[in-house]
């Protein structure tokens, strides 16, 4: 059975022809009201927007080491805490696990 998305895509055509409609949220007349000024100030207050250089210096260039399918007894309220994480909550016991094997091999 396919799952079913979410996702939805639409031509150049069909967003034009949406926005005619006036079926955008976006306040058009606030936007191409705002100086150049009033612009960067809403950039610089976003949350959620990275300021300053990223930090490649832990990149990793290639793909993922390939996982080993296990079968793992794990107590129930931890289980139930990742669980409660959301999508991705098999991923980030993996990153927790990792972090410990990190933090106990040898430097140098």
């Known amino acids: 059975m396919a799952k079913k998305s979410s996702i939805v895509t639409y031509s150049t055509e069909q967003i034009a022809a949406m926005v005619a409609r006036g079926e955008d949220r976006t306040d058009w007349a606030k936007v191409n009201s705002m100086t150049e000024a009033e612009l960067e100030a ?3 207050a976003d949350p959620d927007d990275v300021h300053g ?27 139930q805490w990742f669980r409660s994480t959301g999508k991705g909550y098999q991923t980030l016991m993996n990153n927790v696990l990792r972090a410990y094997v990190d933090s106990r091999r040898p430097t140098g």
């Open 53 to 79: 250089e990223l930090d490649w210096t832990k990149a990793v260039r290639g793909l993922p080491p390939p996982k080993e399918h296990i079968n793992l007894r794990v107590d129930h309220e931890v289980m």
């Open 42 to 44: 809403t950039i610089l």
